[in-house]
């Protein structure tokens, strides 16, 4: 089994965001630039994430993965917004291959197999945005993280799996954007608890994290955002003859990398290697070689 690095994009209108524990969302550019420099550098899977979909009720990426669809062909995860099945069929049909459900999930679990059943289970990935509480525990929150529910993360996960989905994605809202590193304990905690596949998130700060949760918290993939952002914002901008780069309001924080100390800018091709370094198999080369 090849370990899988997954990108994680989250978007908010026409751009591509990224912020602290999923609070302080900065401008970082065009989605679509960045999902095909993933594509075309190695990545396994894409994961687009609606930031403000729990604002409208909806998910508003079909028009940006309808695009990135023609043009990709790994897999691509759609979460944010999916509120019943034919949410589900409708970012489907835009091009998405599986979807990420969490608050609609949590307030109504039978969704979970309501999606299971018309879609399969690998079509659907059950997102769990967890936090630490002073108890020790875990609690699973929803609407981007904006909203508690008093629900144990660690039970939830299995009773998800017993509803049918598919593969778990778990990210530590405690360590998402601080370059500190994964929640070892959260995902061994739950990687031990259940059967299907999980994605880890929330923390890289640099390759060897990426190793270290494989390892350690047993992982079966992992996703990462601002390690894998801020290098590619480097490559899109020396690439970049038109300026358009220079349009974007934030370039000049950007530039200077404050609020992102501990983040270590690095390419998926080094992530790879540092996973190569371990003995983990992964899928070395670009996506479409």
């Known amino acids: 089994m090849n370990f899988r690095i997954i990108p994680r994009l989250d978007i908010k209108g026409p751009n591509l965001v990224k912020g602290i524990h999923f609070e302080g969302l900065r401008v970082l550019g065009k989605p679509e630039d960045f999902a095909q420099h993933y594509y075309e550098n190695g990545a396994d899977e894409l994961f687009f994430q609606d930031a403000v979909a729990s ?12 695009k990135t669809s023609s043009q990709i062909f790994i897999p691509l995860c759609v979460g944010g917004g999916l509120r019943n099945v ?6 489907l049909r835009a091009g998405a291959d599986k979807v990420a459900i969490n608050t609609e999930a949590i307030k109504r679990p039978e969704f979970i197999q309501e999606a299971s059943v018309a879609f399969g289970s690998s079509t659907i990935v059950v997102s769990i945005e967890a936090i630490k509480r002073d108890s020790g525990n875990w609690e699973a929150l929803i609407e ?11 039970e939830w996960a299995k009773q998800a799996e017993e509803l049918g989905a598919g593969e778990l994605m778990v990210t530590s809202i405690d360590q998402e954007g601080t370059g500190r590193g994964y929640d070892l304990e959260l995902v061994k905690a739950i990687t031990t608890s259940v059967s299907i596949p999980v994605i880890a998130g929330g923390g890289c700060g640099k390759p060897q994290d990426v190793a270290q949760v494989i390892i350690e918290g047993k992982a079966d993939a992992v996703s990462m955002a601002a390690a894998l952002h801020y290098k590619t914002i480097e490559t899109l901008m020396e690439k970049s003859t038109s ?10 924080f950007l530039k200077t990398g404050r609020g992102f100390t501990k983040v270590t ?3 998926i ?4 290697i540092a996973l190569q370094q371990q003995d983990l198999p992964c899928r070395m080369g670009a996506s479409h070689e």
Do not use: F, M, W
């Open 265 to 267: 800018p690095c390419s």
């Open 269 to 272: 091709k080094d992530i790879k």
């Open 86 to 91: 034919n949410d589900i069929r409708e970012v």
């Open 55 to 66: 604002l409208y009720d909806r998910n508003s990426l079909h028009d940006i993965v309808r």
């Open 243 to 252: 300026h358009e780069y220079d349009l974007e309001g934030n370039i000049e």
């Open 144 to 154: 981007y993280g904006r909203e508690t529910t008093q629900v144990n993360a660690l």
